[in-house]
């Protein structure tokens, strides 16, 4: 405490133990980012659902669909189209750079599908980049 009666010991240990919590919940980000990529890879859409499943009960935790946009990358790189399917589905939002992935990929049913969800196939797949139709 100083002279005025404010304890700055307080504060520190606040803002540490915040700190930590932070830490520790980018740490579950990252590693339920990473199980969600590995499983998109795999094809493994068991293992997507039950990570979709405890993603809606977790209230510290970003939502199933803001976490799986790099699971659908994989999911796309990888050729595995009910996995594409799925997270889309399962609210995904398709974006150029998953198409960008499908058209190095040459993957047309992967373009197809994000299409059927609502990506723009007119749309850049960068700012340089024309669309992959054009």
């Known amino acids: 405490m100083d002279s005025t009666g404010f304890d700055f010991h307080a504060i520190d240990d606040r803002i540490m133990v915040v700190g930590m919590e932070a830490h520790a919940s980018v740490d579950r980000i990252t590693s339920l980012t990473t199980e969600l990529e590995s499983a998109a890879a795999l094809g493994d859409i068991g293992r997507i659902k039950y990570l979709a499943d405890f993603l ?31 997270l889309l589905a399962a609210g995904t939002v398709p974006h150029s750079s998953h198409a960008k992935i499908a058209t190095k990929a040459g993957d047309c049913r992967a373009l197809d599908v994000l299409h059927q969800y609502g990506w723009d196939i007119n749309e850049p797949l960068s700012w340089n980049v024309p669309p992959p139709l054009w």
């Open 56 to 86: 809606l009960t977790a209230r510290d935790l970003p939502d199933f669909p803001a976490l799986a946009g790099s699971a659908l990358n994989f999911a796309i790189d990888r050729g595995r189209i009910p996995m594409v399917e799925y």
